[in-house]
């Protein structure tokens, strides 16, 4: 499973608003949004972190979550392809749907 960290490679930062695919929020990126506050669930856009290289473009749904140090991880399945990531979640995500996510 990948996991959202490539040694040796930099994050690159991109800033842009989006539409999720999902339940439809306009959300406000800020350069490290990967995911829907509203819904939790992201697009599968990037090879290397912030790059948006990939071409498959699949919706990324919320498989679990793990709270450790103060914090949440989302663990994610692309539903086109299959390929599993995880993310750190942000401070204005939905914890009404964190929580039951929790393992």
């Known amino acids: 499973?990948?996991?959202?960290?490539?040694?040796?490679?930099?994050f690159r930062r991109t800033i842009e608003d989006f539409i999720c695919l999902n339940c439809g929020l306009n959300a406000t990126g800020n350069g490290y949004t990967d995911h829907c506050p509203?819904?939790?669930f992201g697009r599968h856009v990037d090879v290397m972190p912030g790059d948006?290289?990939?071409?498959?473009?699949?919706?990324?749904?919320p498989m679990h979550s793990v709270y450790k140090g103060g914090s949440y991880t989302i663990y994610y399945k692309c539903l086109k392809c299959g390929m599993q990531r995880r993310f750190?979640?942000?401070p204005d995500d939905n914890t009404d749907l964190l929580i039951p996510l929790l393992k």
């Not at 499973?1 to 930099?10: A, D, P, Y």
């Not at 948006?52 to 749904?61: D, T, V």
């Open 1 to 10: 499973m990948e996991n959202g960290t490539n040694k040796g490679k930099r």
């Open 38 to 40: 509203k819904c939790l």
């Open 52 to 61: 948006r290289s990939e071409q498959c473009h699949g919706l990324m749904k």
């Open 88 to 90: 750190k979640s942000a």
